[in-house]
T-cell receptor, first 114, second 113 residues
Framework: DTAVSQTPKYLVTQMGNDKSIKCEQNLGHDTMYWYKQDSKKFLKIMFSYNNKELIINETVPNRFSPKSPDKAHLNLHINSLELGDSAVYFC?????????????FGPGTRLLVL | GNSVTQMEGPVTLSEEAFLTINCTYTATGYPSLFWYVQYPGEGLQLLLKATKADDKGSNKGFEATYRKETTSFHLEKGSVQVSDSAVYFCALSDPYNFNKFYFGSGTKLNVKP
């Protein structure tokens, strides 16, 4: 069983469209994250949720809206996609968000905006 | 603020060579430090970690020691294998905001047979 899964794995879309990426973890973790990895492999945190509550929102444009229906799921919706949104988006989870524990990453969603 | 700086890659080594990937950090307080590895087409996996000064993290022959005096967490391995080819990320957790992690830009390692 995959610990952290993301769908879709690849996403190719036109500028201006709206798209969603789904993430699920079956580890029983309390905390989930979204990261963006750019073409130079630089990884930056976008959001963090703990028990469905938003904890971190890292100056991400309002076009990005995370939603956590329960603590096992953290979805990312992106409105009005722009060329600069092209990147790999990683979902991750950790046990309780206390900073010392391991984060478990999903396989990533490769988003290409044309 | 908090930040992580890694040596730029790619690093190219022959099999059985000694590996060092440098990582230095800037942080207020005492962060936890991590090394993650990313194989092609996959997500990141924890390689090792250290949660306080002078701790040594180790896994699969890799080691790194938390050096508070030099604010460093360099990754080392005595004898690399082709299967170690990947991108390595140094990271820290914000000691005052545990849900926040900072990653370095990654160092690509290529190991030739």
């Amino acid at each position: 069983d995959t610990a952290v899964s993301q769908t879709p794995k690849y996403l190719v879309t036109q500028m201006g469209n709206d798209k969603s990426i789904k993430c699920e973890q079956n580890l029983g973790h309390d905390t989930m994250y979204w990261y963006k990895q750019d073409s130079k492999k630089f990884l930056k945190i976008m959001f963090s949720y703990n028990n469905k509550e938003l904890i971190i929102n890292e100056t991400v444009p309002n076009r990005f809206s995370p939603k956590s229906p329960d603590k096992a799921h953290l979805n990312l919706h992106i409105n009005s996609l722009e060329l600069g949104d092209s990147a790999v988006y990683f979902c991750a989870s950790s046990q309780d968000g206390l900073g010392q524990e391991t984060q478990y990453f999903g396989p990533g969603t490769r988003l290409l905006v044309l | 603020g908090n930040s992580v700086t890694q040596m730029e890659g790619p690093v190219t080594l022959s099999e059985e060579a000694f590996l060092t990937i440098n990582c230095t950090y800037t942080a207020t307080g005492y962060p936890s430090l991590f090394w993650y590895v990313q194989y092609p087409g996959e997500g990141l996996q924890l390689l090792l970690k250290a949660t306080k000064a002078d701790d040594k993290g180790s896994n699969k022959g890799f080691e790194a020691t938390y050096r508070k005096e030099t604010t460093s967490f360099h990754l080392e391995k005595g004898s690399v294998q082709v299967s170690d080819s990947a991108v390595y990320f140094c990271a820290l957790s914000d000691p005052y905001n545990f849900n926040k992690f900072y990653f370095g830009s990654g160092t690509k390692l290529n190991v030739k047979p």
